[in-house]
Protein backbone atom coordinates (compact mmCIF):
# COMPACT_ATOMS: atom_id res chain seq x y z
CA UNK A 1 0.00 0.00 0.00
CA UNK A 2 1.43 3.18 -0.85
CA UNK A 3 0.55 6.73 0.53
CA UNK A 4 -0.87 7.93 -3.26
CA UNK A 5 -3.54 5.34 -3.14
CA UNK A 6 -4.46 5.75 -0.01
CA UNK A 7 -4.85 9.49 -0.76
CA UNK A 8 -6.54 8.99 -3.97
CA UNK A 9 -8.87 7.04 -2.55
CA UNK A 10 -10.11 8.37 1.44
CA UNK A 11 -9.09 12.75 0.32
CA UNK A 12 -12.75 12.97 -0.51
CA UNK A 13 -14.03 11.69 2.67
CA UNK A 14 -12.53 15.20 4.54
CA UNK A 15 -11.74 12.65 7.21
CA UNK A 16 -11.81 8.83 7.90
CA UNK A 17 -11.60 6.62 10.62
CA UNK A 18 -9.51 3.69 10.62
CA UNK A 19 -12.68 1.22 10.45
CA UNK A 20 -13.71 3.11 7.42
CA UNK A 21 -10.32 1.97 5.76
CA UNK A 22 -10.61 -1.66 6.95
CA UNK A 23 -13.75 -1.53 5.06
CA UNK A 24 -11.53 -0.79 1.79
CA UNK A 25 -8.51 -2.53 2.55
CA UNK A 26 -9.05 -5.88 5.32
CA UNK A 27 -4.97 -6.31 5.65
CA UNK A 28 -3.87 -2.58 6.04
CA UNK A 29 -0.80 -1.79 7.89
CA UNK A 30 -2.01 0.19 10.95
CA UNK A 31 1.41 1.35 11.42
CA UNK A 32 1.18 3.54 8.13
CA UNK A 33 -0.58 5.96 10.33
CA UNK A 34 1.72 6.36 12.48
CA UNK A 35 4.38 6.82 9.70
CA UNK A 36 2.34 9.09 7.92
CA UNK A 37 1.14 10.76 10.41
CA UNK A 38 4.87 11.70 11.89
CA UNK A 39 6.16 12.55 8.11
CA UNK A 40 3.40 15.68 8.26
CA UNK A 41 1.30 13.51 5.28
CA UNK A 42 -1.98 13.08 7.70
CA UNK A 43 -3.17 14.98 10.50
CA UNK A 44 -4.49 12.88 13.63
CA UNK A 45 -8.27 14.77 14.73
CA UNK A 46 -8.66 11.94 17.67
CA UNK A 47 -8.02 8.16 18.59
CA UNK A 48 -8.87 6.34 14.89
CA UNK A 49 -9.80 9.42 12.97
CA UNK A 50 -7.62 11.84 10.77
CA UNK A 51 -7.62 13.72 7.62
CA UNK A 52 -5.04 15.47 5.07
CA UNK A 53 -2.75 17.98 5.91
CA UNK A 54 -4.48 20.01 2.50
CA UNK A 55 -7.75 20.85 4.61
CA UNK A 56 -6.07 23.26 7.12
CA UNK A 57 -6.11 25.46 4.13
CA UNK A 58 -9.90 24.91 3.42
CA UNK A 59 -12.62 27.67 5.65
CA UNK A 60 -15.08 26.20 7.83
CA UNK A 61 -13.55 22.59 8.29
CA UNK A 62 -12.73 22.65 11.55
CA UNK A 63 -16.37 23.15 12.28
CA UNK A 64 -16.99 19.87 9.61
CA UNK A 65 -15.03 17.92 11.25
CA UNK A 66 -16.01 18.84 15.14
CA UNK A 67 -19.82 16.78 13.46
CA UNK A 68 -17.54 14.50 12.26
CA UNK A 69 -15.39 12.65 14.89
CA UNK A 70 -17.69 12.82 17.31
CA UNK A 71 -21.67 11.97 16.57
CA UNK A 72 -24.26 12.81 17.06
CA UNK A 73 -23.67 16.20 17.80
CA UNK A 74 -24.09 19.60 16.52
CA UNK A 75 -21.82 22.69 16.78
CA UNK A 76 -23.36 25.07 19.39
CA UNK A 77 -22.74 27.67 22.73
CA UNK A 78 -20.19 29.71 22.11
CA UNK A 79 -18.82 28.88 18.77
CA UNK A 80 -22.57 28.71 17.35
CA UNK A 81 -22.87 32.33 18.75
CA UNK A 82 -20.08 33.73 17.40
CA UNK A 83 -20.03 31.91 13.75
CA UNK A 84 -23.49 34.01 13.16
CA UNK A 85 -21.48 37.29 14.77
CA UNK A 86 -23.89 37.12 18.52
CA UNK A 87 -20.56 37.47 20.60
CA UNK A 88 -17.75 40.04 19.88
CA UNK A 89 -14.91 37.42 20.43
CA UNK A 90 -13.43 34.90 18.60
CA UNK A 91 -13.53 31.80 19.83
CA UNK A 92 -10.39 29.51 21.05
CA UNK A 93 -12.88 26.50 21.50
CA UNK A 94 -15.36 24.64 18.93
CA UNK A 95 -17.83 23.74 21.15
CA UNK A 96 -20.92 21.15 20.38
CA UNK A 97 -24.01 19.73 22.21
CA UNK A 98 -23.89 15.74 21.86
CA UNK A 99 -26.07 12.79 23.53
CA UNK A 100 -23.03 10.69 24.10
CA UNK A 101 -20.80 11.83 27.38
CA UNK A 102 -19.12 15.29 27.74
CA UNK A 103 -15.39 15.02 26.21
CA UNK A 104 -13.07 17.30 24.09
CA UNK A 105 -9.82 16.89 22.42
CA UNK A 106 -7.15 18.85 20.67
CA UNK A 107 -5.72 18.80 17.26
CA UNK A 108 -3.60 20.93 14.41
CA UNK A 109 -7.42 22.55 13.90
CA UNK A 110 -8.27 24.02 17.56
CA UNK A 111 -9.51 22.96 20.81
CA UNK A 112 -12.74 21.02 20.69
CA UNK A 113 -15.50 20.81 23.58
CA UNK A 114 -18.74 18.52 24.02
CA UNK A 115 -21.33 19.41 26.29
CA UNK A 116 -23.53 15.99 27.36
CA UNK A 117 -27.47 16.68 27.11
CA UNK A 118 -30.25 14.22 27.00
CA UNK A 119 -31.26 12.86 23.84
CA UNK A 120 -34.50 14.62 23.61
CA UNK A 121 -32.55 17.98 23.93
CA UNK A 122 -30.91 17.10 20.35
CA UNK A 123 -33.21 19.16 18.29
CA UNK A 124 -32.85 23.27 16.73
CA UNK A 125 -29.79 23.03 14.46
CA UNK A 126 -29.76 23.29 10.51
CA UNK A 127 -27.25 22.37 7.75
CA UNK A 128 -25.30 24.99 6.70
CA UNK A 129 -23.06 24.67 3.37
CA UNK A 130 -19.11 25.07 3.38
CA UNK A 131 -17.00 24.51 0.63
CA UNK A 132 -17.28 21.73 -1.94
CA UNK A 133 -20.73 20.89 -1.23
CA UNK A 134 -20.35 19.91 2.26
CA UNK A 135 -22.78 20.76 5.52
CA UNK A 136 -22.40 20.72 8.72
CA UNK A 137 -24.93 20.23 11.76
CA UNK A 138 -25.50 24.15 13.56
CA UNK A 139 -27.41 24.94 16.26
CA UNK A 140 -30.26 27.75 15.47
CA UNK A 141 -29.61 30.91 17.19
CA UNK A 142 -32.33 30.21 19.28
CA UNK A 143 -30.71 26.93 20.56
CA UNK A 144 -27.42 28.24 21.01
CA UNK A 145 -28.89 30.62 23.41
CA UNK A 146 -30.48 28.21 25.36
CA UNK A 147 -27.59 25.37 25.15
CA UNK A 148 -25.79 27.93 26.61
CA UNK A 149 -28.02 29.21 29.33
CA UNK A 150 -29.02 25.42 30.34
CA UNK A 151 -25.42 23.92 30.23
CA UNK A 152 -23.63 27.26 31.64
CA UNK A 153 -26.20 28.16 34.86
CA UNK A 154 -23.87 30.73 36.16
CA UNK A 155 -25.58 33.35 33.02
CA UNK A 156 -28.24 33.89 36.32
CA UNK A 157 -28.04 37.58 36.99
CA UNK A 158 -28.35 39.98 34.38
CA UNK A 159 -24.77 41.47 34.89
CA UNK A 160 -23.40 37.95 33.65
CA UNK A 161 -26.22 38.20 30.57
CA UNK A 162 -24.77 41.32 29.91
CA UNK A 163 -20.94 40.30 30.10
CA UNK A 164 -21.81 38.48 27.28
CA UNK A 165 -22.37 41.58 25.17
CA UNK A 166 -24.91 39.88 22.63
CA UNK A 167 -25.34 41.76 19.61
CA UNK A 168 -28.50 43.96 20.31
CA UNK A 169 -28.86 44.60 16.08
CA UNK A 170 -28.88 40.98 16.11
CA UNK A 171 -31.28 40.29 19.10
CA UNK A 172 -33.91 42.82 17.63
CA UNK A 173 -33.84 41.81 14.24
CA UNK A 174 -32.90 38.65 14.22
CA UNK A 175 -33.73 36.83 16.91
CA UNK A 176 -37.12 34.55 16.80
CA UNK A 177 -38.71 35.13 20.36
CA UNK A 178 -41.50 32.80 20.09
CA UNK A 179 -38.85 30.40 18.80
CA UNK A 180 -37.21 30.71 21.82
CA UNK A 181 -39.59 30.78 24.46
CA UNK A 182 -41.25 27.48 22.01
CA UNK A 183 -37.72 25.67 22.30
CA UNK A 184 -36.87 26.37 26.06
CA UNK A 185 -40.45 24.55 26.90
CA UNK A 186 -39.02 21.65 25.34
CA UNK A 187 -36.29 21.90 27.96
CA UNK A 188 -39.15 21.27 30.93
CA UNK A 189 -36.41 22.81 33.36
CA UNK A 190 -37.90 26.12 35.45
CA UNK A 191 -34.76 27.62 35.98
CA UNK A 192 -33.68 27.60 32.29
CA UNK A 193 -37.20 29.38 32.01
CA UNK A 194 -35.92 32.05 34.35
CA UNK A 195 -33.02 32.56 33.13
CA UNK A 196 -34.78 33.09 29.34
CA UNK A 197 -36.98 35.60 30.94
CA UNK A 198 -34.33 37.40 32.38
CA UNK A 199 -32.62 37.62 29.20
CA UNK A 200 -35.55 38.79 27.84
CA UNK A 201 -35.81 41.59 30.15
CA UNK A 202 -32.17 42.66 30.21
CA UNK A 203 -31.84 42.94 26.31
CA UNK A 204 -35.36 44.48 26.32
CA UNK A 205 -36.39 41.66 23.24
Same mark, same amino acid.
Given at each position: $? ?7 ? $? ?10 ? *????? @??? +????? +? ?8 ? /? ?7 ? #? *? ?12 ? $? ?10 ? /??? %? @? ?35 ? $?? @? ?8 ? +? ?19 ? %??? @? ?6 ? /? ?13 ? #?? *? ?22
Amino acid at each position: $MNYLEFKNR $MFDLGCFNIHQV *YAWKP @GFD +RNNFV +RWTNKGLLLR /LRQGYYTFP #E *YKSKPDFALYFANR $MYRPSYVSLHAA /LAF %Y @GMIPESVVQITSVTSLKTVSFNNDFGAYSYKSVKEEL $MF @GYDLKPIADG +RTFQLAVPEKALLDLLYLYPF %YST @GQELEDLR /LDEDFLQDDLNRNLL #EQ *YALKFKNKALESRVQLLINTYGL
